[in-house]
């Protein structure tokens, strides 16, 4: 599986990016997908996610009801809509896959890791 995502940039605060991530693998629906983020001298934290069974996309508390996730099977892609972006939002953005659904918030339920986006949000 080879993930690739796109659409970080620089904006101001109160702005919105959109990343998206595409896949090339045949059973993107197997898998659960997930955005994370890394800032500087922090650790890689979950901010979104939706399962491969369904239901509710998670969401962290620091970007619920700001950030939406979609996922489109038939085209293997999932995408992060992002919204009235903070300066604290500041951080390189990847996107994951992985079918270990006990874990699918967690990074060690993802196997496969696209190369990361910059998102920075200028105040």
């Known amino acids: 599986v080879q993930l690739q995502a796109s659409g970080g940039g620089l904006v101001q605060a109160g702005g919105s990016l959109r990343l998206s991530c595409a896949a090339s693998v045949r059973t993107f629906s197997n898998y659960n997908m997930g955005w994370f983020r890394q800032a500087p001298g922090k650790e890689r934290e979950c901010v979104a996610a939706?399962?491969?069974?369904?239901?509710?996309?998670f969401y962290s508390e620091s970007v619920k009801g700001r950030f939406t996730i979609s996922k489109d099977n038939a085209k293997a892609t999932v995408n992060l809509q992002m919204n009235s972006l903070k300066p604290e939002d500041t951080a390189v953005y990847y996107c994951?896959?992985?079918?270990?659904?006990?874990?699918?918030?967690?990074?060690?339920?993802?196997?496969?890791w696209g190369q990361g986006t910059l998102v920075t949000v200028s105040s």
């Open positions: 994951a896959a992985g079918n270990l659904d006990p874990y699918y918030l967690l990074r060690r339920g993802y196997d496969y």
């Open positions: 939706i399962r491969r069974l369904g239901g509710n996309p």
